[in-house]
Every structure is written in structure tokens, then in C-alpha cells.
Nanobody
Framework: QVQLVESGGGLVQPGGSLRLSCIVS????????MGWYRQAPGKQRELVAV???????WYADSVKGRFTISRDNAKHTVYLQMNSLKPEDTGVYYC??????????WGQGTQVTVSS
């Protein structure tokens, strides 16, 4: 059974940093590339970063150069290091496989608020 537990969000000032964690239970961690998604208020959920099983990465243009995705295979955990945060990074952040559909199982997410 798949479980996704996100943590690490919070309130941070513009220019600040946060590190998000996602513990993945079940077999998907070793079978699929994993991604971080975010959903801003009033907007659709969007994919912002992906890491493959072998460690290759992809980033949305809006976060490239500021966010870093990584994974610890021994701990079944995916991380998102977020630096130089902007108000437009505000939203609920979720992890899932990189091709997850809205109808898939999603964890509770973790709220990130960037505000002065």
C-alpha cells in the first residue's frame, strides 16, 4: 500500500530557504521517478521537479537554479531544497511519481508560505 508523507513546510520570508521531505512507503519508490508538485491558491497542481531512479533531474523553469531535488534510496525519502524563495512559490507541496494523475492517491502535502 502506497503512503506519501510530506513535511518541512512553513512560513519564510522572501529570499529564505526551506527543505521539504517526503517519506514514500510501498514499492513505487524503487520503480518510478519521483516528483515534487505544488498547488498555489486557486490554481491547478503543477509539477516543479523530478528525480529519476538513477538520479537524473528535471526542473520547471520557474524554479530552475533555486530548487534542488534529491533522493535517499535507503530511507525511501525524496527531498526538495528550496532557496531564494519568492512569494509566488507559496502553495501546498506534494510528492508523487512524476506521472501521477489527479485521480491518484496523494498525501496531505505540506504548506509553504513565502511572505514578509
Amino acid at each position: 500500500q502506497v503512503q506519501l508523507v510530506e513535511s518541512g513546510g512553513g512560513l519564510v520570508q522572501p529570499g529564505g530557504s526551506l527543505r521539504l521531505s517526503c517519506i514514500v512507503s510501498g514499492s513505487i519508490f524503487n520503480l518510478y521517478a519521483m516528483g515534487w508538485y505544488r498547488q498555489a491558491p486557486g490554481k491547478q497542481r503543477e509539477l516543479v521537479a523530478v528525480i529519476g531512479i538513477g538520479g537524473s533531474t528535471w526542473y520547471a523553469d520557474s524554479v530552475k537554479g533555486r530548487f534542488t531535488i534529491s533522493r535517499d534510496n535507503a530511507k525511501h525519502t525524496v527531498y526538495l531544497q528550496m532557496n531564494s524563495l519568492k512569494p509566488e512559490d507559496t502553495g501546498v507541496y506534494y510528492c508523487n511519481t512524476n506521472t501521477a494523475q489527479e485521480s491518484a492517491y496523494w498525501g496531505q502535502g505540506t504548506q509553504v508560505t513565502v511572505s514578509s
